[in-house]
């Protein structure tokens, strides 16, 4: 038996982004370079893990909307044209480099990247790699974790209990849909929770959940293990506690291993760099300059001037970090040992995009950990925290504390003076849902689509990434108008479903634009 274990919690998540009314449409490149970027790498990883029979353990949950947008056909059409195009790219750049070996051997190792991209995707995986994480799963290598349906922020939303529900609801039915049974993980948006949220965890069956650090540390009572083990809530519900030692080590690009001066640097890439005219073909249709994923220097340091990239030495420097970690986990490990009457538990949680797209060797970090945690010692293994909660017949209690994972650890980035204008709108459009479905239980034909697509607009409406990207300043036009349209399409739902008066070609349209959560049941909120 291994002195403690290591639980590696990966977080995939992307709003829903999809606008058929338009031929190309910028924003959905978010969800292109997540798969070129970061899913299939990963995917290859543990394809390659298995076919060599070498056992890992790994947990990631897959937020709904990023599910349905990986299994939604208008998109995945659109993936495999942008990918034909990066294919394309990168046959020029092989031709256009011939004269520089160095730079030419990366545009050769970009093409092969793409071509292999599109196979594992399209062929391997026949355009659905949701299914490939199930066969993971399914292999017991895995353990798929779903997330709220929407990314909603639950205690700015807790003011109606209902939309809580929902949330979780119909994110554990989508989960349901896709894998074949229910989730023993949930993973809260942004890690924040409120008193009592655990509730419906428990109503719709979620076993465990994860909070930040201060969550446990501040809960009530004092833990006694720290974050080194869950903890029971009231509801019997198991939570996690995040070990910042651990995590901070990768997530940081200024402290951790990503901002390493051998690794790719992420903000040189020739969708800037080269001439516009050349570009123009394959900047999405829109015309302005961006990255393509095509990149050719590394971080070098603290300065404009930026030297080619060396995909070896960053591979040597991948392997000697993901040693450095696992010597710091059996260290970490021995010392918690002592004073633990059980095995600890490290939860390393991070977004799941970091490996490949922010932090390009990040899959091939993973891929060395894994291997190194399996050969080269045997201090520390890999877990699930599903199987974790199995090996011991007894968990202390608590009460977690109000927290978040987000800036300075609670709700601020969500509720500040540039977005907190969306919450009077969020809340009203959730009294009027609630009403409506009390009101109107046993509705059929037009009333009940009506009435489901206003669910899709409300869920939609709290995405929690809105706040967010206005908070940031990018992109922040984008995401007040989605939030401004789902409200105003909610309210002309609302008013024709009142009024008995529906408007078949405008709902119709919605559900074209917004057909998330196609098999929603807008009673989730009665």
């Not at 049974?181 to 979620?206: N, S, T, V």
């Not at 390393?348 to 945690?373: C, M, N, Q, T, V």
Request: net charge negative.
């Amino acid at each position: 038996m291994p002195k403690g274990y290591l639980a590696l919690v990966l977080h995939a998540h992307l709003p829903f982004i999809r606008h058929p009314e338009y031929e190309s449409f910028l924003e959905e490149n978010w969800l292109f370079e997540a798969v070129t970027d970061t899913y299939i790498p990963l995917i290859n990883v543990f394809d390659r893990l298995v076919d060599e029979n070498i056992d890992f353990r790994i947990t990631i949950s897959l937020s709904p909307t990023l599910i349905d947008m990986l299994r939604d056909e208008l998109l995945v059409s659109r993936y495999l044209k942008h990918l034909d195009g990066l294919i394309d790219l990168a046959g020029k750049e092989v031709e256009r480099t011939r004269s520089d070996e160095k730079v030419n051997s990366l545009a050769l190792m970009y093409f092969e990247r793409f071509k292999n991209t599109r196979a594992v995707f399209s062929e391997k995986y026949n355009n659905d790699i949701t299914s490939a994480f199930k066969k993971f799963q399914d292999l017991g290598k895995v353990e798929i974790m779903t997330c709220c349906a929407t990314h909603g922020l639950l205690p700015l939303m807790d003011l109606y209990p209902e939309a809580v529900r929902a949330q979780v609801g119909v994110a554990v039915d989508t989960y349901k849909e896709v894998f074949g049974k229910a989730p023993q993980g949930m993973w809260l948006p942004e890690c924040a929770y409120k008193a009592g949220h655990d509730e419906f965890l428990k109503e719709f069956g979620i076993k465990y959940f994860f909070v930040e650090t201060h969550g446990i540390l501040f809960g009530s009572p004092r833990p006694r293990y720290g974050v080194y083990s869950p903890y029971v809530c009231d509801s019997g519900v198991a939570v996690f506690g995040r070990d910042m030692e651990s995590s901070k080590a990768v997530w940081s690009s200024r402290e951790g291993y990503p901002g390493d001066h051998n690794y790719r640097e992420y903000y040189r890439d020739i969708g800037f760099d080269l001439d516009y005219d050349y570009m123009k073909p394959y900047l999405n249709g829109c015309g302005t300059r961006v990255n393509v994923g095509i990149k050719y220097h590394k971080i070098t340091g603290e300065t404009d001037h930026k030297e080619i990239y060396d995909r070896q030495a960053a591979l040597d420097t991948a392997e000697s970090h993901a040693r450095n970690f696992i010597f710091n986990r059996e260290k970490q490990v021995e010392h918690l040992t002592d004073l633990m009457d059980r095995a600890p538990i490290l939860i390393s949680p991070y977004d799941a995009e970091l490996f490949g797209h922010w932090w390009f060797e990040g899959p091939e970090w993973l891929d060395f950990l894994l291997r190194k945690i399996n050969f080269d010692q045997d201090t520390v293994a890999t877990i699930t925290p599903g199987e974790y909660l199995g090996l011991y017949d007894k968990f202390p209690a608590i009460t977690p504390t109000q927290s978040s994972w987000g800036y300075k650890g609670y709700n601020e980035v969500w509720l500040d003076g540039c977005n907190d204008w969306i919450y009077k709108h969020l809340h009203k459009m959730a009294e009027l849902m609630i009403r409506a479905a009390k009101d109107c239980t046993e509705a059929s034909g037009l009333e009940e689509r009506v009435l489901n697509q206003m669910a899709r607009e409300l869920l939609l409406a709290q995405s929690s990434d809105w706040a967010f990207i206005m908070k940031t300043g990018t992109f922040s036009e984008y995401a007040t108008s989605r939030t401004r349209d789902h409200i105003g399409r909610f309210l002309a739902l609302h008013s024709q479903l009142r009024s008995g008066n529906i408007d078949v070609a405008m709902l119709e349209g919605t559900e074209y634009k917004d057909n998330v959560f196609q098999n929603i049941d807008y009673r989730v909120y009665a």
